[in-house]
């Protein structure tokens, strides 16, 4: 049972593309009220299903109050634009490097299409810069977006630090139209 229908968007994106697997650590941004991250635990084996398989990690923030989550870790009344949560989920990963990055944020709708796709351009933003800190080589990322001037610039940024990127537009998110999300994959690791 999930907790709402965003849940099947990541189903079959994870279907097609293969994002998880067990033993993965997956940081789900914007996770509330949690389907995301329902799905994650099942699909990194962090809730310890599968008792032959190894053991996933998923750590789950929004800026909302987030319910407890079978398997996850949750961070909730947290903004990911702010530099001190970022603080908390680098103490909460001790080192561990990740292997996906969700972000499923999204701002409230003004209604002015501009300024919404520009507010969530910027979240996705944030999250590609903290998934670029936090990830192993190889790892991905999954950006929400509502298309606009903006996504093709972030396309650019996202083949900058991963080997594939490609627009995803689920069936699950047919009724949502201007969203779409960019998917990154084989992350290339920061230069050093
Ligand atoms: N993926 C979720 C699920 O399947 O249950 C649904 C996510 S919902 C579409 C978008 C979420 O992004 C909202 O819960 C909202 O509170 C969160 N959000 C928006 N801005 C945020 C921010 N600055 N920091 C953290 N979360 C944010």
Redesign the pocket.
């Known amino acids: 049972n999930?907790?709402?229908r965003?849940?099947f968007k990541?189903l079959e994106i994870d279907d097609k593309f293969n994002l998880f697997a067990p033993g993965q650590c997956v940081i789900?941004?914007?996770?509330?009220?949690?389907?995301?991250?329902?799905?994650a635990v099942q699909r990194v084996n962090a809730n310890k299903k599968d008792a032959k398989k190894s053991v996933g990690q998923v750590i789950a923030?929004?800026?909302?109050p987030i319910y407890p989550i079978e398997g996850a870790k949750v961070l909730g009344n947290?903004?990911?634009?702010s530099l001190s949560?970022h603080a908390k989920l680098t103490e909460m990963l001790s080192g561990t490097r990740v292997n996906v990055v969700?972000s499923?944020?999204?701002?409230?709708a003004t209604g002015i299409r501009e300024m919404d796709h520009e507010n969530i351009v910027h979240?996705a933003y944030?999250a590609l810069r903290f998934a670029v800190q936090v990830s192993q080589v190889g790892a991905c990322v999954l950006l929400?977006i509502w298309d606009g001037r903006d996504t093709s610039k972030l396309e650019k940024d996202l083949a900058r630090f991963y080997e594939h990127v490609k627009t995803v537009k689920p069936p699950a998110s047919r009724t949502d139209s201007a969203e779409k999300f960019l998917l990154g994959r084989k992350f290339k690791g920061l230069k050093t």
């Not at 499923?104 to 409230?108: C, G, K, R």
């Open positions: 999930y907790r709402c965003s849940a990541l789900d941004c914007g996770a509330a009220p949690g389907s995301w991250t329902q799905v923030i929004d800026r909302l947290a903004d990911f634009t949560t969700l499923d944020m999204a701002p409230n979240l944030t929400k």
